[in-house]
């Protein structure tokens, strides 16, 4: 931390007793960033596999198999009519306490799957399920005659997917998708509930400690709409690079 | 090469979602059922008692989930309903404390708005010589109803912004003034366009109302919770915990199935 910052919030302290600890406690500064850094690492991977997940959903509903429309129907219907705080109960508690555990190595025993591994198994549930009807939207979108041309010219479905309806899709569902990233990053504050040293729990342990309640609120406030400003940033910046000029999604 | 699809016959059209929903039900609750058959012979018969012991209290809790999300509903309309015309205003101060306003409550998650307000505000309010109580499930209504007003301020702007500006000017042209051109001009049209966000909207606060269990309110999921605790058996966990889903599934499904079809409706109008 700059000397001055230090400085600044230190005479901010003393002059008109507002408690930055963050910035003038080395100890409360370093576990406010591993918790910031858990957010960001929690935020990633969630966004990588519910991404991932949306494709795997919109290719089985979009798909010829029976039992795969109605895997990818029940499972999208499963997780965005029911509240996401349950469901990651029902997967930390109920599903992680049937986990036999293993041995740490230091005679102690800890579960298979640790916190952060049951949030983002929850998270990336959850933000797959939206993404498969964002993905499934943007397909239908794309005017059939494309779908038509590509099969006449011997597309198979793979083809048909990955050079045709995908490009033109994630073109058009751009807007939805970042909405629903946006979301999921503010839905890892729930990680919360099964403490995952995120940052809304770093910061409440800091608060219940220094009883700054009041200064942590608004610095939490500040880093998490600071973190959605740079993801919806991001990702505008990606929608103009993927802008095909003369298609208007 | 007689697998190109172009060659298939067409294939019919299905109507979609239409008869799934009792469908998905059925396998919600065979899927219970197996989870708590699947506990062994011995212990089938507890885990139904437990079910039938538990099943009333945690749809009491489950009652208070919905009694919430209806006040935090009404007060979030209630605050983002002229916000939302702050954001339309033609002034630019209006509009840019409106857009400020709506930009903080929709990107701030929503369990640090509610810890903020549950944590922030006072357990009792002064105002003049009177003294109002605030207990904490008003202040969790409270904490609730910010990001939703933040969020129906959007789906008026929305709503608002959808009808032709062709109208406004008409409503001019008839010497209507500004508020009586959107309550007699815009508003009957617009209104119509708003419902389907905003019952999604309230679809999402109703699952979000299990937050107030984290800070320290009894509603359906800390009631689930005390169960497991009382009864001291893991194995009842996985059937109580999905007892609870399907509450919420039962409630916030067909809300969404309406949505849909309110959607499509006015797809079909134009």
């Known amino acids: 931390m700059p000397a001055f910052v230090v400085r600044f919030f230190t005479w901010l302290n003393d002059a008109y007793g507002l408690n930055f600890s963050v910035f003038t406690d080395a100890y409360d500064g370093q576990r406010f960033l591993l918790g910031l850094w858990t957010t960001i690492e ?23 198999s029976r039992l795969g429309r109605a895997v990818a129907r029940v499972y999208v219907q499963a997780f965005r009519n029911t509240p996401p705080l349950v469901q990651l109960a029902f997967f930390y508690f109920a599903i992680g306490g049937l986990l036999p555990q293993i041995g ?15 949030a983002v198994i929850s998270f990336s549930l959850l933000a797959g399920a939206f993404n498969v009807e964002i993905f499934r939207a943007g397909i239908e979108a794309v005017p059939g005659e494309m779908v038509e ?15 045709v309806l995908a490009p033109l899709a994630l073109r058009i569902c ?6 629903n990233l946006v979301n999921l990053v503010k839905t890892t504050t729930l990680a919360y509930a099964i403490a995952v040293p995120e940052l809304l729990y770093a910061t409440s342990q800091i608060w219940s400690e220094v ?25 505008e910046r990606w929608e103009r690079a993927l802008r095909l000029p003369g298609f208007v999604a | 090469m007689t697998d190109l699809p172009v060659l298939y016959p067409p294939r019919p059209v299905v109507a979609r979602t239409a008869t799934s929903w009792p469908w998905l039900l059925a396998a919600a609750l065979a899927l219970l059922a197996t989870a708590a058959w699947g506990q062994g012979g011995a212990r089938q018969t507890t885990i139904l008692e437990a079910l039938l012991r538990w099943g009333p209290l945690i749809f009491g809790g489950f009652l208070f989930n919905v009694v919430t999300s209806v006040l935090s509903m009404a007060l979030g309309t209630a605050l983002g309903a002229p916000l939302g015309l702050m954001l339309i205003a033609r002034r630019r101060l209006p509009r840019g404390v409106g857009w400020s306003l709506t930009q903080f409550f929709r990107n701030a998650p929503w369990l640090v708005l509610l810890f903020y307000v549950m944590f922030l505000l006072p357990f009792e309010l002064h105002i003049g010589g009177v003294t109002i109580p605030l207990p904490d499930w008003a202040k969790a209504v409270l904490g609730l109803s910010l990001p939703v007003a933040a969020n129906v301020a959007e789906i008026v702007r929305g709503g608002l912004q959808s ?4 109208q406004w000017s008409a409503a001019e042209g008839l010497a209507f003034g500004p508020f009586q051109t959107i309550r007699l001009v815009i508003l009957p049209q617009a209104l119509r366009r708003m419902l389907p966000p905003w019952m999604n909207l309230y679809a999402i606060l109703t699952m979000a109302t299990t937050l107030i269990s984290i800070v320290g309110i009894q509603d359906g999921l800390t009631i689930t919770r005390a169960a497991i605790a009382a009864e001291a058996r893991p194995d009842l966990m996985l059937p109580l915990y999905l007892y609870l889903l399907l509450l919420f599934f039962a409630y916030c499904y067909p809300i969404a199935l309406i949505t849909q079809a309110l959607e499509r409706r006015l797809v079909v109008r134009g």
């Open chain 2, 163 to 166: 009808i032709p500006e062709a």
């Open chain 1, 104 to 118: 740490d190595g230091a005679g102690g025993r800890e579960p298979i799957v640790s916190g952060f591994g049951w």
């Open chain 1, 149 to 163: 041309a590509a099969e006449s010219l011997g597309y198979g479905r793979f083809q048909l997917y990955r050079y």
């Open chain 1, 211 to 235: 009883l700054n309640v009041r200064e942590m609120m608004y610095v939490l406030l500040a880093v998490y709409i600071a973190l959605v400003a740079v993801l919806v940033w991001l990702m």
């Open chain 1, 42 to 64: 929690l935020s990633v991977v969630c966004i990588v596999f519910s991404v991932l997940l949306g494709m795997a959903g919109a290719w089985l509903i979009g798909g010829p």
């Open chain 1, 174 to 179: 751009m807007p939805a998708l970042t909405n």
